[in-house]
Structure formats: structure tokens, C-alpha cells
């Protein structure tokens, strides 16, 4: 039974445009993440988000953008996409932050023309 | 850093056969380890976790023995089924109360034919 939600299943969209996803989790879990898959199925952190608190990975571009009203629900914004952005964006949620394991959402497809 | 490498795929078997798909790891902690699984279409889900060495974790078939002396924790399933097919992720997650970020490897696309 899925309990993290993620709309839209897909967008397409032109270089430039700016784009927003949707997370919402029922578990109640405390953290949230935000992780990008490739087309080899490679999976990388680009967020987490926990108690109000944003801890950003790193590489992450500065067009990237979590937005957080409450602990169920975490969005991304991306700014104004590039080519290279192009991957299914998979929303996760853990009970706390010590080591639980995560659950994952269904996952948004972003497609840049 | 943390790192996890695992077997490179696709890996490709029939119906009844066994599978195993080798994770490595390299750490400077006691981790706790996971083995996750990716149908199409749908997100990674846990497979089954093990946090202490030495120790065996299992489901659906699937077994894995978190093997600290040689930093392994391989995935074995005795007689696959087409339903199988999938992707498998090996992931390292610190001990517990030490933060949450999970290293995946790269991912083993598993194809299972009939």
C-alpha cells in the first residue's frame, strides 16, 4: 500500500521553464528526502529534511529548491530546467533521523526538451 | 567517504535458477545494511535490513548475511521467479541515532525469463 504520494507521475517541459513537484507522506515520519534517479537507475541524495531543519547535498545546483509547510509534505522547485535534469525525481520518508529505514514514493518522470 | 559496490548488470536467468548479486562495501563505521528492491514503475522498497554483523537478514526468498570481516553482504535467492525481475540496490546506513543518509550502489537490474 502506498503511503508516499507524489503528483505528477510525469512532466514534460522546454529548457528554462520552471517546474514544481509534490510529496506528501502518511506515515507521520519526521524526515524527508528528495533523491534523483538517471536513466541507469542510479540514485543520488539531493535533499533531506528533517524537524524543519534543510540539509542540502552539496553538488546539488543552486536551481534546485525544497519547500516544506509541514512534516507530510516536502516539494521540489526547479527553477528553470536544464537538459541534464532530465531523471525521475523519487520522494522518500523515514520515521526520525537514526538510522530507520526509508519509504519511497512512486517517483515524478521529468522530461526536458 | 562511504561507498558501495555491487554487480554490475543486467543480470540475466531463468525461471528456478539462482541468483546472486555481490555488495561490497567500504566504511569507516558499523553499519547497518539494506537491501532494497525496484519493480517497474513503482519506487524502491526495502527488501530487508541487517544491523548487526555476523547476522542474517531474509525475506521473500531473498537472503543476505552481513559479513563484517569481509565487508560483503550478497543477496541470494535459491529458485527465482519471473516475478523477480526488478532492481536490487545495496545500501549502507550509519548506526542507529547517527543520521539518516543512506549509500546506495549502483543498482543490479535483474531480469528473470520464463
Known amino acids: 500500500e502506498t503511503a508516499v504520494f507524489q503528483t505528477p507521475n510525469y512532466h514534460v517541459t522546454q529548457v528554462g521553464n520552471e517546474v514544481s513537484f509534490n510529496c506528501k507522506q502518511t506515515l507521520g515520519h519526521d524526515t524527508m528526502y528528495w533523491y534523483k534517479q538517471d536513466s541507469k537507475k542510479l540514485l543520488k541524495i539531493m535533499f533531506s529534511?528533517?524537524?524543519?531543519?534543510?540539509?542540502v547535498n552539496e553538488t546539488v545546483p543552486r536551481r534546485f529548491s525544497p519547500q516544506s509547510s509541514d512534516k507530510a509534505h516536502l516539494n521540489l522547485r526547479i527553477k528553470s530546467v536544464e537538459p541534464e535534469d532530465s531523471a525521475v525525481y523519487l520522494c522518500?520518508?523515514?520515521?526520525?533521523?537514526?538510522?530507520?529505514?526509508?519509504?519511497f514514493g512512486p517517483g515524478t518522470r521529468l522530461t526536458v526538451l | 567517504g562511504d561507498s558501495v559496490t555491487q554487480t554490475e548488470g543486467p543480470v540475466t536467468l531463468s525461471e528456478g535458477t539462482s541468483l546472486t548479486v555481490n555488495c561490497s562495501y567500504e566504511?569507516?563505521?558499523?553499519?547497518?545494511l539494506f537491501w532494497y528492491v525496484q519493480y517497474p514503475g513503482e519506487g524502491p522498497q526495502l527488501l530487508f535490513k541487517v544491523p548487526k554483523a555476523n547476522e542474517k537478514g531474509s525475506n521473500r526468498g531473498f537472503e543476505a548475511t552481513y559479513n563484517k570481516e569481509a565487508t560483503s553482504f550478497h543477496l541470494q535467492k535459491a529458485s527465482v521467479q519471473e516475478s523477480d525481475s526488478a532492481v536490487y540496490y545495496c545500501a549502507l546506513g550509519p548506526p542507529n541515532s547517527a543520521g539518516n543518509k543512506l549509500t546506495f550502489g549502483i543498482g543490479t537490474r535483474v531480469l528473470v525469463r520464463p
Open positions: 529534511y528533517n524537524n524543519k531543519q534543510l540539509i
Open positions: 522518500a520518508s523515514s520515521r526520525d533521523w537514526g538510522g530507520y529505514e526509508q519509504y
Open positions: 566504511t569507516k563505521q558499523y553499519p547497518t
